[in-house]
């Protein structure tokens, strides 16, 4: 009986030290949850789309990102929009395929609380693009794709930004202001001005270097865009195919970063997209975030 007994309190104390293990891990996982920030939901395709943030356990930002539902690459549009961003470019009463940018746009809110982590950005959208872009944009841009916009100028700037007959649908006064250079210290190094000024966003800096724009028989999987206006940076710009969304990727790759900043914060040195299994959600990531 004495045996039984202490192999009962042996019993007892074992489970006892699972359940305080079970109860950490509980712990660690709500910890980690509780470091991520969620915005509102906007409805984009069949799902949703929202930003978020991770900190780190300090509260340092590590991450900033958009996040899909599988649903929200299901049930897009076909056929570019002909209401959004256009110009009669043939004064024929109105506007047909190339007169207009063509995307479906979703606007998103950052996380309450986000702001005051020292992040410089302040908003989001999430443009669906499924005829591509038109000239002057590189060719290999033509495939359906979403541009994911991170915007540090507020909704205000951009909304200024007319459409007209310059650029890809812009007003030639305001195509001169997109079309001012940034100083050199802000340049990131490798990026070039090709024209892409558009209505609503403001210009479009391509890297020179990526191997897509150079050879667009590799076809379009992704790449990431500096956006200028009036000589100030004002938003950061993955661009991915949704070819390679559906591909369910999980990879981050480094990009090239200017020597300084007008306005200072935690910036990437990496662009990331994932397939993250458990939630079943698709994830674009601004992420190496370092104060600058």
């Known amino acids: 009986m004495s045996r039984f007994l202490r192999y009962v309190a042996g019993s007892g104390a074992l489970i006892a030290l699972v359940l305080t293990l079970v109860a950490a891990g509980r712990a660690v996982t709500r910890s ?16 949703t789309a929202r930003m978020y943030v991770e900190r780190a356990r300090d509260g340092t930002p590590t991450a900033l990102g958009i996040s899909l539902t ?21 004064g024929d009463g109105h506007t047909a395929h190339g007169e207009c940018i063509g995307d479906y746009q979703a606007t998103l809110a950052m996380p309450d609380g986000a702001r005051e982590l020292g992040l410089p950005f302040r908003w989001s959208t999430v443009n669906w693009n499924p005829e591509g872009h038109v000239e002057p944009a590189p ?3 033509s495939w359906a794709h979403f ?25 030639c006064e305001d195509f001169e202001r997109a079309s001012r250079p940034l100083p050199s210290s802000h340049l990131p ?19 020179a270097e990526d191997p897509e724009v150079a050879d667009p028989s590799l076809g379009f999987s992704r ?3 500096y956006g200028v206006y009036d000589g100030q940076l ?3 710009e993955p661009m991915v195919s949704h070819r390679h969304l559906t591909s369910k990727p999980n990879d981050c790759r480094p990009v090239r970063t200017p020597e300084a900043y007008v306005e200072p914060g935690f910036y990437p040195t990496a662009q990331c997209v994932r397939y993250d299994e458990a939630s079943r959600t698709y994830r674009v990531s601004l ?6």
Not at 151 to 170: M, Q, T
Not at 189 to 207: K, Q, R, T
């Open 139 to 141: 060719s290999v841009w």
């Open 287 to 292: 992420e190496g975030l370092i104060r600058r």
């Open 32 to 47: 980690e949850a509780d470091r991520t920030l969620m915005g509102e939901a906007v409805a984009v395709g069949e799902g």
């Open 189 to 207: 190094p490798g990026y070039v001005d090709v024209g892409a000024a558009v209505a609503g966003m403001g210009n479009h800096l391509v890297d």
């Open 147 to 171: 541009d994911f916009h991170f915007f540090i100028a507020e909704p205000g700037l951009i909304e200024s930004i007319r459409p007209g007959p310059c650029g890809e649908i812009i007003d």
């Open 70 to 90: 599988e649903g929200a690459l299901d049930g897009l549009a076909t056929h570019m929009n002909t209401t959004s961003r256009c110009w009669d470019r043939d």
């Open 234 to 236: 004002i938003f950061l």
């Open 223 to 225: 790449t990431f865009i």
